[in-house]
């Protein structure tokens, strides 16, 4: 790991000075602002080291050598104080947001590649530190051991991704989560749900107004709360797998957090994009699983999602992508026919 100044003491860093030494740029400045704001923790950070660093990334769904890569990037207080005076901040604000339904979501930008292997394992580092809060209030609410462990594990699954994307070590999804350090989102088998309220007009979600909307009743209002579904990359995407997850889900929402009342599950997804039953056979999994939702009105017309989670690519020549699935001829086979794929936004009733 690259060392900074032997004898700057991370509690006399300013925020001009961590952006000195750490090269980070304009995509930075909100970051440093609200890092500096927030202050330190009130007891000091204490670095965990290799050790107990691989054994929380390995319960958190990290292969093997993805926790020994990570574990031995941990900053140093002494010898990195600018990367430890963020991390300090940074842990700070994820403990302060656990257990807050309103707290926002938190776009936090990839440190710069100039730091290697530490910077780009550096929100890792925030999702350990910061586990031991989560998992806390994870107790407290009646959330099991097993259940907290499921839904940290997007850790390692994400760790992962980096790998097969970049070829290197790596965390790229930190913003992605802070739903998961803050206690707002949990797994059941083959779907993840997380507590939302509605937001009409929020991106990139859409959503219904005026007399549409008023005619719709409670459950669909501003402010009403809901549950987001997300399907991570788990496996086949079966009717049956997807209705287990959601009795799973409606039992768990309604004994540990019965409050307040949630009527609907919001999914917003290129999986949601209609124009896929063009290509896919009307009994596949991802048609199907579209039929669950009643969809919203519009979309956002963004190939980005179905490159990433498909390709794991982004902004890709079309030449260079594998034909290898149904899913994947099709998404190609739209765009070389000179359509754009939309994200859409669906719900059911819980």
């Known amino acids: 790991m690259r060392h900074y100044r032997g004898m700057a003491s991370p509690h006399t860093l300013s925020p001009a000075a961590v952006a000195e030494a750490l090269r980070l740029t304009d995509a930075h400045t909100a970051l440093l602002a609200e890092l500096d704001a927030v202050g330190p923790r009130p007891a000091p950070l204490a670095p965990l080291g290799e050790r107990r660093s691989r054994e929380l990334l390995r319960a958190y769904g990290a292969g093997e050598q993805d926790a020994e890569e990570v574990a031995a990037t941990e900053p ?32 936090w930008p990839q440190l710069p590649e100039t730091l290697g292997a530490a910077g780009r394992c550096f929100y890792a580092h925030v999702f350990t530190h910061a586990s031991a809060r989560v998992r806390a209030w994870h107790r407290e609410r009646g959330v099991t051991e097993r259940e907290s462990l499921a839904i940290l594990a997007d850790l390692g699954r994400h760790l992962g991704v980096h790998r097969t994307a970049f070829g290197t070590v790596g965390l790229n999804a930190q913003s992605w989560l802070s739903l998961h350090l803050g206690g707002m989102i949990y797994e059941f088998g083959r779907l993840q749900f997380n507590m939302m309220t509605i937001a009409p007009g929020s991106s990139p979600g859409h959503w219904y107004d005026g007399e549409r909307l008023s005619g719709l009743g409670p459950g669909f209002q501003a402010g009403d709360a809901a549950l987001g579904v997300h399907i991570p990359p788990t496996g086949p995407l079966t009717p049956e797998a997807v209705e287990d997850s959601f009795a799973r889900a409606r039992e768990f929402f309604a004994t540990r957090f019965p409050e307040p009342t949630r009527r609907l599950a919001v999914c917003t997804s290129w999986l949601l994009d209609d124009q896929l039953a063009r290509y896919l056979d009307a009994g596949s999994n991802i048609v199907r699983f579209q039929r669950r939702f009643e969809a919203v009105p519009g979309g956002t017309e963004d190939e980005s999602d179905f490159f990433w989670f498909v ?40």
Do not use: M, N
Request: with cysteine; aromatic share 10%.
């Open 76 to 107: 140093d207080p002494e010898r990195s104080p600018e990367l430890w005076w963020l991390l300090d901040r940074c842990v700070h604000r994820t403990e302060l947001d656990v257990g807050r339904f309103d707290a926002p979501y938190r776009a």
């Open 311 to 350: 390709f794991r690519k982004h902004e890709p020549h079309l030449c260079q992508l594998p034909q290898d699935t149904a899913l994947q001829r099709a998404i190609v086979a739209h765009l070389r026919e000179g359509g754009r794929w939309r994200v859409r936004t669906g719900w059911t009733r819980l």
